[in-house]
Structures are given as structure tokens and as C-alpha cells.
């Protein structure tokens, strides 16, 4: 299991976009649609083969399935990081031996890029949504073709009033992830060309 990306979250794309631009101080890049769920992303690339993700509903669309993702159907006030999403080899292999109801492997699209993501059927992950997300990719990672502005991941601290047992669960191993107990939330230290950022 590896860090793969993060997700911001917003009420609409443009307020996830705003959010991120306003506190990393770069542009991000237009991504796509997500037909099964029924929405859209924009994209930010980050050293180390990662990346930075705007989501939010696309008003345009109908999701063939309910509950969305990243439990956007209810998702409402300011943009904010809603969801970490780590990288597995064997995506079902990982699910059967989690002991808690971390989704079922879904296969999604975005253009010519293809993945397999375990979403539960509530569209809620647990630990009130501060589990990550398991992905894998079936096809080439997008990192590669995000144009770089200058930007690395320092540090994500995953906040949970159950933060030793959530971590405990996880098999990652990563110094960049810290788990801290307290209210639910995320706080993402970045080095940026304007210096150190805190994008929450």
C-alpha cells in the first residue's frame, strides 16, 4: 500500500479549485469526468509521482450509481481535503484481509485512464471517512503527464478521535503520514515555489 494522492473536495469544482490555487499558489490543470458517479476533477502534479485532486458533483451529469464516491452527496460548506487515497498491487487481496468495510472494487474511467477503487455501498468509508481510499491502476498512472509546478508533499496528518487503531489497520509505510488523535481531519504541509504551505 502506498500514498497515492489526495483529494479536495468542493460544493462545486470551481470552489475545490479556488481553494487549492489560493493556498498552494499554482495553477491546477483540467482532469475530466467521472461518468459512474457523476462527477468532475481538476489536477495538480507533485514531485515524487504524486498528485493533488479537485472533485466535486458535475452538475451536468447523472451518476449511474448511488451513493458518489468520496461521500460528495453530502458533502456542503467550504472546499476542504476530503479523502486520501493510497495504491495497492492487488486491490482484492488487500480487501480481504481488512477487518472493516472498506468498499468493494469498483471499475471506474477517466478518458484512456482506467482503475479499479474500493467504494463502499454507503459512498462513506469508515473511521467517518478518514480510511483511505484503495485504488489500482490498470492503466498508466496520471502523475506522468501532470505538468509540474513546484510543489512536494512534506507531510499529511490524518486526525481521528480512533487515530491508533486506524493506523494500526493500515499496512503503509510512509514518513510523510502521521496519524494524530483528535477531531476528525486532514492538515497537508507542502513545499511550494512561494515556500512552505498548510493546505487543510
Known amino acids: 500500500m502506498k500514498l497515492d494522492h489526495l483529494a479536495v473536495a468542493g460544493e462545486t469544482l470551481e470552489a475545490a479549485v479556488a481553494h487549492v490555487e489560493a493556498v498552494l499558489g499554482v495553477p491546477m490543470q483540467p482532469g475530466g469526468q467521472h461518468p459512474v458517479y457523476g462527477t468532475h476533477n481538476a489536477l495538480l502534479g507533485l514531485d515524487d509521482g504524486l498528485y493533488l485532486e479537485a472533485i466535486a458533483v458535475d452538475p451536468d451529469a447523472e451518476p449511474e450509481r448511488r451513493p458518489r464516491w468520496f461521500d460528495l452527496d453530502r458533502f456542503f460548506g467550504p472546499a476542504r481535503i476530503g479523502n486520501w487515497i493510497c495504491r495497492c498491487e492487488d486491490l482484492s487481496a488487500v480487501l480481504q484481509a481488512l477487518p472493516v468495510a472498506a468498499g468493494q472494487p469498483v471499475p471506474l474511467s477517466r478518458g484512456d485512464l482506467r482503475w479499479q477503487m474500493a467504494v463502499p455501498e454507503s459512498g462513506v468509508l469508515p473511521f467517518d471517512n478518514m480510511f483511505p ?68
Open 133 to 200: 481510499a484503495l485504488i489500482q491502476w490498470q492503466s498508466d498512472h496520471p502523475a506522468p503527464r501532470l505538468t509540474q509546478q513546484g510543489c512536494r508533499l512534506l507531510r499529511l496528518s490524518v486526525t481521528h478521535p480512533e487515530a491508533e487503531a486506524l493506523s494500526d489497520l493500515l499496512l503503509l509505510q510512509d514518513p510523510r503520514v502521521s496519524f494524530e488523535t483528535g477531531p476528525a481531519g486532514y492538515e497537508a504541509l507542502f513545499d511550494t515555489p512561494h515556500g512552505r504551505r498548510i493546505l487543510r
